[in-house]
């Protein structure tokens, strides 16, 4: 994973009150929390100086701080260099009542990145995005997986374009917790797919109905991803079924249905993780790739639940 690097100032600058109110920008999916009953936040141990992931109090929820110009993740909030450190060495940290809580500082969270957008678009454009991502996956190369994963993403989208005897669901299932890292592939894939499709799900237009659907499908898998899959993943693949996703893939979407810029945007996605930007990028052409043959499909018509 690659972060900006930001020049330090001093301490003193950085914490005070007036500085420390426009310092953290938060995910709109942490806002119950943000503005809830202060929690403790328990820190992991997959951390670094630029980012810490937390549990919230004795749930399984995941949070994550990591400096501004990083990966935006939207389970997460974005601070400085220093109040990042900060926060990962600090001995109590607490989330509620709309502020972050360490070692006696007090940060007010008063800003919110928009990371669940909306994609209005048509079947046709919904073909040309996916013909241009697959493109600009093709050119970026597969990174090395076990043939299984490669297998059932091939079964995944089939299911998802309605040529499978596989259900979505049971395509899904069996994706989630396949293959290796904290987010696994499998996982990066649904959650491309499920983000996309949640997208769409928000526009008024002929996709919505289909993919509510089809986004119902997947859902009935994701309830139980907790017992699949790593924490991180889990929480990550709750947030893509309610149409939150990476800025990075928002934008490599926008690019993909715009015919524009998709081989820049492709390569900072490229940078998320190990592979998780690929497979992210490969399960939203997935669901455009879908989206592009509802005329074909009898889910067409199913009413939104």
Same mark, same amino acid.
């Given at each position: 994973?690659?972060?900006?690097?930001?020049?330090?100032?001093?301490?003193?600058?950085?914490?005070? *009150?007036?500085?420390?109110?426009?310092?953290?920008?938060?995910?709109?999916?942490?806002?119950?929390?943000?503005?809830?009953?202060?929690? *403790?936040?328990?820190?992991?141990?997959?951390?670094?100086?630029?980012?810490?992931?937390?549990?919230? @109090?004795?749930?399984?929820?995941?949070?994550?701080?990591?400096?501004?110009? @990083?990966?935006?993740?939207?389970?997460?909030?974005?601070?400085?260099?220093?109040?990042?450190?900060?926060?990962?060495?600090?001995?109590?940290?607490?989330?509620? #009542?709309?502020?972050? $809580? &360490?070692?006696?500082?007090?940060? =007010?969270?008063?800003?919110?990145?928009?990371?669940? %957008?909306?994609?209005?678009?048509? *079947?046709?454009?919904?073909?040309?995005? /996916?013909?241009?991502?697959?493109?600009?996956?093709?050119?970026?190369?597969? %990174? &090395?997986? %076990?043939?299984?994963?490669?297998?059932?993403?091939?079964?995944? +989208?089939?299911?998802?374009? +309605?040529?499978?005897?596989?259900?979505?669901? #049971?395509?899904?299932?069996?994706?989630? @917790?396949?293959? =290796?890292?904290?987010? *696994? =592939?499998?996982? #990066?894939?649904?959650?491309?797919?499920?983000?996309?499709?949640?997208?769409?799900?928000? !526009?008024?237009?002929?996709?919505?109905?289909? /993919?509510?659907?089809?986004?119902?499908?997947?859902?009935?898998?994701?309830?139980?991803?907790?017992?699949? $899959?790593?924490?991180?993943?889990?929480?990550?693949?709750?947030?893509?079924?309610?149409?939150?996703?990476?800025?990075?893939?928002?934008?490599?979407?926008?690019? !993909?249905?715009?015919?524009?810029?998709?081989?820049?945007?492709?390569?900072?996605?490229?940078?998320?993780?190990?592979?998780?930007?690929? &497979?992210?990028?490969?399960?939203?052409?997935?669901?455009?790739?879908?989206?592009?043959?509802?005329?074909?499909?009898?889910?067409?018509?199913?009413? %939104?639940?």
């Amino acid at each position: 994973m690659t972060f900006a690097t930001y020049t330090e100032r001093s301490l003193a600058h950085v914490l005070t *009150p007036a500085v420390m109110a426009d310092e953290i920008m938060a995910s709109r999916w942490l806002e119950s929390l943000v503005r809830g009953t202060p929690q *403790p936040l328990m820190l992991k141990s997959n951390t670094t100086e630029q980012y810490g992931y937390f549990v919230v @109090g004795s749930s399984q929820r995941i949070v994550a701080i990591a400096e501004h110009g @990083g990966l935006d993740l939207p389970i997460g909030m974005a601070a400085s260099t220093t109040i990042v450190r900060r926060v990962i060495q600090a001995s109590r940290v607490t989330l509620g #009542d709309n502020r972050l $809580t &360490f070692d006696g500082y007090q940060i =007010s969270i008063a800003k919110y990145r928009d990371d669940r %957008p909306i994609f209005s678009i048509s *079947p046709k454009q919904a073909a040309v995005a /996916a013909l241009v991502m697959e493109d600009a996956l093709n050119v970026a190369g597969h %990174p &090395f997986e %076990p043939a299984v994963v490669n297998r059932e993403v091939e079964v995944f +989208g089939r299911a998802l374009r +309605g040529v499978s005897d596989v259900s979505v669901a #049971d395509a899904a299932g069996r994706l989630i @917790g396949l293959g =290796s890292g904290s987010t *696994p =592939s499998g996982d #990066d894939v649904v959650s491309g797919a499920a983000a996309t499709l949640a997208a769409c799900t928000r !526009a008024n237009d002929p996709i919505s109905v289909w /993919a509510r659907s089809v986004l119902a499908e997947i859902c009935r898998t994701t309830v139980e991803a907790a017992k699949a $899959t790593t924490p991180l993943s889990a929480e990550l693949l709750a947030c893509a079924v309610q149409g939150y996703m990476l800025p990075r893939l928002i934008h490599c979407i926008r690019c !993909a249905v715009n015919n524009k810029h998709i081989d820049e945007a492709m390569s900072e996605l490229r940078l998320v993780g190990h592979s998780s930007g690929y &497979f992210l990028a490969s399960g939203a052409a997935l669901a455009l790739r879908a989206a592009a043959t509802i005329t074909n499909q009898e889910n067409y018509h199913v009413k %939104p639940y």
